[in-house]
């Protein structure tokens, strides 16, 4: 009889604890999934030299305006962690779209940039594996310019990668004065069914803020040795093949998680075998 209380002891025991186990994980787990949602959920901030393509901004009052040669599923669209405007084109002869900026201003109350202080322009692209992109134009219209003309055209001068997005950098200096209010977005050299994701239009008036911003990784100018410096380096690489060189140190593991979870089974165990030694005094 008295086996049979004891054996029921542990069992109830064992019970317990591996409930309280369960429980603390989803605790744990619920708390990153709350983190998770409100990283997600997030607001815009809305400057008026910065436009993000989002769904918030095609709501009414929408600033994207009308579009040409593009695929019905264009629009601001979500793939993956991405959410920009999906560039999907359908006619290759002249597709382009427009950004009302006089709405954007109006719809986020935010003071209207004028030509004098935009010298440069920044687009801001995701492209996916299957995506393909040649290069822009933008059709720029401020104070009398109200509509796209060749007199108001750039084409990127610059294209580069950086940070798992690619940015094409324009030149407006001197190009445009007055309260801007339009700019048409022509994509070139794409093909029917090539796609591509504006992420966000910046606007800049400096040459090195534009290009700080995109996050280019600037190039080390490196000096030809000197003949001392050769002679030096060559000596060590003979000393040290003579001694033999050291092993790096081994990078020091990450630390596992879980350790809750580790000591709780510790602690099952350690009960486990009390109950044992329990039984095998009282025989």
């Known amino acids: 009889m008295r086996k049979v209380l004891s054996l029921m002891l542990c069992v109830l025991m064992l019970a317990s604890c591996l409930a309280l186990c369960a429980y603390a994980n989803e605790e744990t787990t619920a708390a990153a999934g709350e983190e998770t949602t409100a990283e997600q959920a997030a607001p815009v901030e809305r400057t008026n030299d910065r436009l993000v393509f989002d769904v918030d ?3 009414k009052p929408n600033p994207i305006g009308g579009s040409n040669g593009l695929a019905k599923s264009s629009g601001v669209s979500k793939k993956g962690e991405w959410e920009g405007y999906k560039i999907n084109i359908k006619y290759p002869e002249d597709p382009n779209f427009t950004i009302n900026y006089s ?4 719809k986020y109350d935010l003071t209207p940039l004028t030509g004098e202080e935009v010298s440069y322009i920044v687009l801001k692209f995701a492209v996916p594996e299957d995506g393909y992109y040649d290069d ?3 059709y720029h219209c401020a104070g009398s310019v109200t509509a796209p003309t060749e007199d108001a055209k750039a084409t990127s001068e610059y294209c580069d990668e950086a940070n798992g997005f690619t940015y094409f950098i324009f030149n407006l200096e001197g190009a445009w004065e007055g309260k801007i209010t339009q700019l048409r977005i022509d994509p070139i050299g794409m093909d029917e069914g090539d796609v591509i994701y504006l ?3 910046a606007m800049f008036k ?3 803020d534009a290009y700080n911003w995109c996050g280019f990784e600037e190039e080390e100018e490196t000096e030809a040795p000197t003949t001392e410096e050769v002679a030096t380096t060559e000596a060590e690489t003979e000393e040290e093949t003579e001694e033999g060189t050291k092993k790096p140190a081994a990078a020091k ?3 596992k998680k879980g350790c809750g979870s580790i000591v709780s089974i510790g602690a099952v165990v ?3 075998a009390l109950g044992v030694v329990c039984i095998k ?3």
């Not at 709405?103 to 109006?106: E, H, I, Q």
Request: avoid cysteine; proline fraction near 4%.
């Open 57 to 59: 901004l095609i709501a």
């Open 103 to 106: 709405t954007y201003f109006k």
């Open 136 to 138: 822009f134009e933008i």
């Open 199 to 201: 992420m966000e239009i």
């Open 206 to 208: 400096t040459e090195e």
């Open 253 to 255: 593991p990450e630390e």
């Open 270 to 272: 350690a009960i486990i």
């Open 281 to 283: 005094k009282k025989d």
